[in-house]
């Protein structure tokens, strides 16, 4: 085998991020007794995704995009509230107890596993709420850790948390592969790192010049083919 380690991104590549997300939205809905509505859904992920960007780019820190996000939010909507940062306590609480894993990815993690190759996760998103996920999914079955941007101090596409990682497994980066769906931050952070990548692209939205799979098994092919 080529690859002695493999690293994960997290939130749609292993655990079905937009399900965890419509989910802890509604919640906030639930505390605040507010109709939610279900065009609501993909206005506010535009703006996460918004947030989460400037995140990725340096541009301002964790403590301020998540609530801020919630603040063009709301205000988006026509909804004033006057305690954002309650609103992402109540969010990231119920985010945080939602984990779900994409269809097939257990099965496909198992495998992996049992060719004997190490794993690990690496994540720009929230330390508490990622780290608890993973608890409540059992990753700790497959990988040996989940380390978060958060912990490390800078977001993917910096190539300090792959640096990191090296230093926790002792395994070069030249050895290693790294999966991911985002090019962004995946991608951009993978190839700056210079570590080995593949895209994981189930809707085949990305027409880019990397190495692609639209479903584990093809995922699993290219791996075991190294």
């Given at each position: 085998?080529?690859?002695?380690?493999i690293y994960?991104?997290l939130?749609?590549?292993?655990?079905?991020?937009?399900?965890?997300?419509?989910?802890?939205?509604?919640?906030?809905?639930?505390?605040?007794?507010?109709?939610?509505?279900?065009?609501?859904?993909?206005?506010?992920k535009?703006i996460?995704?918004k947030?989460?960007?400037?995140?990725?780019?340096?541009?301002?820190?964790?403590?301020?995009?998540?609530?801020?996000?919630?603040?063009?939010f709301?205000?988006?909507?026509?909804?004033?509230?006057?305690?954002?940062?309650?609103?992402?306590?109540?969010?990231?609480?119920?985010?945080?107890?939602?984990?779900?894993?994409?269809?097939?990815?257990?099965?496909?993690?198992?495998?992996?596993?049992?060719?004997?190759?190490?794993m690990?996760?690496?994540?720009?998103?929230?330390?508490?709420?990622?780290?608890?996920?993973?608890?409540?999914?059992?990753?700790?079955?497959?990988?040996?850790?989940?380390?978060?941007?958060?912990?490390?101090?800078?977001?993917?596409?910096?190539?300090?948390?792959?640096?990191?990682?090296?230093?926790?497994?002792?395994?070069?980066?030249?050895?290693?592969?790294?999966?991911?769906?985002?090019?962004?931050?995946?991608?951009?952070?993978?190839?700056?790192?210079n570590?080995?990548?593949?895209?994981?692209?189930?809707?085949?939205?990305?027409?880019?010049?990397?190495?692609?799979?639209?479903?584990?098994?093809?995922?699993?092919?290219?791996?075991?083919?190294?």
């Amino acid at each position: 085998m080529k690859y002695t380690m493999i690293y994960f991104d997290l939130d749609n590549t292993i655990l079905d991020f937009d399900k965890s997300e419509e989910y802890a939205l509604k919640k906030v809905f639930e505390y605040f007794k507010l109709d939610f509505q279900k065009e609501f859904l993909g206005i506010y992920k535009t703006i996460n995704e918004k947030w989460w960007k400037l995140f990725a780019e340096g541009k301002y820190p964790k403590e301020t995009i998540v609530v801020e996000r919630f603040k063009e939010f709301f205000n988006n909507i026509g909804i004033n509230l006057k305690d954002y940062k309650k609103v992402s306590e109540i969010y990231l609480e119920h985010l945080s107890n939602a984990a779900i894993f994409i269809d097939g990815a257990e099965e496909f993690l198992y495998s992996l596993k049992s060719l004997g190759f190490r794993m690990a996760a690496i994540t720009n998103g929230v330390d508490s709420v990622q780290q608890n996920r993973s608890k409540i999914a059992r990753l700790d079955r497959f990988f040996e850790f989940v380390l978060t941007s958060e912990k490390v101090g800078k977001p993917k596409p910096e190539p300090d948390i792959f640096f990191y990682a090296e230093q926790i497994t002792k395994i070069p980066l030249s050895e290693s592969l790294y999966i991911g769906d985002k090019i962004e931050t995946d991608y951009e952070g993978a190839k700056r790192a210079n570590i080995d990548f593949i895209l994981y692209d189930p809707k085949n939205k990305y027409n880019v010049d990397c190495k692609k799979a639209t479903s584990y098994e093809e995922l699993y092919k290219i791996i075991v083919s190294k």
